[in-house]
């Protein structure tokens, strides 16, 4: 079982914002990081260190964390943003956990 | 450009073994970790482990101790990933991604920011 809980699914109209929780009780230490899984492809790093974006991030991916819970949102959520989400953190600095995964549809 | 390239995709019997490749380019292989992750059909992604090019170094995720082995050649720059007995349970797509970091004051701070495209593993009698 993960030890980062996501909601399965998650469905958004295009143009509007979706949030995607990403929970876990050793989270509040953590820095979390968020990848974006297109169906048949690998997963794509779109924030770190909590709020931070890499630089083929776009500024409509965003992220933050409150205690035990860290949250990726998207603004103005566009059709190509279909994909499974994933947050992840380190245990330590090798070992890694992450979430089930979020299935974004844009509809 | 900064890249991991995978081996091709490969389709196995049960009881065989198999090495699968990660090769770096595009930067010092040997300054960055290397983890390998697992995705099975329809599923979400597992942590299998990491190693230091640079001096083999290497974690496992006790879930795949004894599984599968982790093994790196610098002279190559590739890292792989080895089983010396497959199930079908090991049918999957593997991925190696890179481990880079930050730093602040209160420490270091990771992230797997390039990833492979993945192997796809098939095992099947």
């Known amino acids: 079982s993960y030890e980062l809980a996501q909601p399965p699914s998650l469905s958004v109209s295009p143009g509007q914002t979706a949030s995607i929780s990403c929970s876990g009780q050793?989270?509040?230490?953590?820095?979390v990081c968020w990848y974006q899984q297109r169906p048949g492809q690998s997963p794509v790093l779109i924030i770190f260190?909590?709020?931070k974006r890499p630089s083929w991030s776009p500024a409509r991916f965003s992220g933050s964390k409150s205690g035990n819970t860290a949250t990726l949102t998207i603004t103005g959520t566009q059709a190509l943003d279909e994909a499974d989400y994933y947050c992840q953190a380190w245990d330590t600095g090798t070992s890694v956990l992450f979430g089930g995964g979020t299935k974004l549809t844009v509809l | 450009e900064v890249q991991l390239l995978q081996s091709g995709p490969e389709v196995k019997e049960p009881g065989e073994s198999l090495k699968i490749s990660c090769q770096g380019s595009g930067y010092v292989f040997t300054s960055y970790w290397i983890g390998w992750v697992r995705q099975m059909p329809g599923k979400g992604l597992e942590w299998m482990g990491i190693?230091?090019?640079?001096?083999?170094?290497?974690t496992y995720n006790p879930s795949f101790q004894g599984q599968v082995t982790i093994s790196a050649d610098k002279s190559l720059d590739t890292a792989y990933l080895h089983w010396s007995s497959l199930k079908a349970s090991d049918t999957a797509i593997y991925y190696c991604?890179?481990?880079?970091?930050?730093?602040?004051?209160?420490?270091?701070?990771?992230?797997?920011?390039?990833w492979g495209k993945g192997t796809t593993v098939t095992v099947s009698s």
């Open positions: 190693i230091y090019p640079g001096d083999s170094d290497t």
């Open positions: 260190e909590n709020n």
């Open positions: 050793t989270l509040g230490d953590k820095y």
């Open positions: 991604a890179r481990r880079s970091w930050e730093r602040d004051s209160s420490g270091y701070y990771y992230h797997l920011d390039i």
